[in-house]
């Protein structure tokens, strides 16, 4: 089945050949050429700020506005969150690489640092969806200040070693510690 999907901003039109049908997850299967370009093209920006990209079949939209009247099938449209965390499409890449960096501090420095490592995997790959190595310096803050005495159930010995533990996280990445926590 052919499906078009106007650009909302733009008003350009691409049309296709694709299977819009769900990809397992309710949402429909895009041409990756679609989404590039989309991705490239539509931003809208909504109250809370975050950009999304907003694809809708050409029947739905009249100058360049979603016709509500017109939507018969809700999961016909994508509208993807741009900004945010990371890449939440590939979590089980992102947990299985915080995973493995997280038993690797735990193999080299002992059980203490990893199970800070193994609590700052689960931060990242749950709050941000981000590999570990990539933390800002205000997320690197958010773990120990909030997540990680709330959360993590440190013992005294984890508590002591924290930010020494983040310092090993980035060494064993080979990446450089966000400034906060550099030396």
């Given at each position: 089945?052919a499906?078009?999907?106007?650009?909302?901003?733009?008003?350009?039109?691409?049309s296709?050949?694709?299977?819009?049908?769900?990809?397992?997850?309710?949402?429909?299967?895009?041409?990756?050429?679609?989404?590039?370009?989309?991705?490239?093209?539509?931003?809208?920006?909504r109250?809370?700020?975050?950009?999304?990209?907003?694809?809708?079949?050409?029947?739905?939209?009249e100058d360049g506005?979603?016709?509500?009247?017109?939507?018969?099938?809700?999961d016909?449209g994508?509208?993807?969150?741009l900004?945010?965390?990371?890449?939440?499409?590939?979590?089980?890449?992102?947990?299985?690489h915080?995973?493995?960096l997280?038993?690797?501090?735990a193999?080299?420095?002992g059980?203490?640092?990893?199970?800070?490592?193994?609590?700052?995997?689960?931060?990242?790959?749950?709050?941000?969806?981000?590999r570990?190595?990539?933390?800002t310096?205000?997320?690197l803050?958010?773990?120990?200040?909030?997540?990680?005495?709330?959360?993590?159930?440190?013992?005294?010995?984890?508590?002591?070693?924290?930010?020494?533990?983040?310092r090993?996280?980035?060494?064993?990445?080979?990446?450089?510690?966000p400034?906060?926590?550099?030396?």
């Amino acid at each position: 089945m052919a499906d078009d999907y106007e650009n909302t901003e733009t008003g350009a039109v691409d049309s296709e050949t694709t299977d819009t049908g769900s990809d397992g997850d309710g949402e429909a299967d895009l041409p990756e050429r679609v989404a590039d370009e989309a991705y490239r093209l539509t931003r809208r920006v909504r109250e809370d700020d975050n950009d999304v990209l907003v694809l809708y079949p050409d029947e739905w939209v009249e100058d360049g506005v979603a016709q509500l009247e017109r939507i018969e099938n809700l999961d016909r449209g994508v509208e993807r969150p741009l900004g945010g965390p990371g890449e939440t499409d590939r979590w089980e890449q992102t947990e299985a690489h915080n995973r493995e960096l997280a038993e690797t501090v735990a193999v080299e420095h002992g059980e203490v640092h990893g199970a800070n490592a193994h609590a700052l995997a689960d931060f990242m790959s749950n709050h941000y969806a981000k590999r570990i190595e990539t933390a800002t310096g205000d997320e690197l803050a958010e773990f120990v200040e909030e997540y990680f005495p709330r959360n993590a159930w440190p013992s005294d010995d984890q508590k002591a070693v924290v930010e020494e533990s983040i310092r090993l996280v980035f060494e064993c990445a080979g990446q450089p510690v966000p400034p906060r926590y550099a030396e």
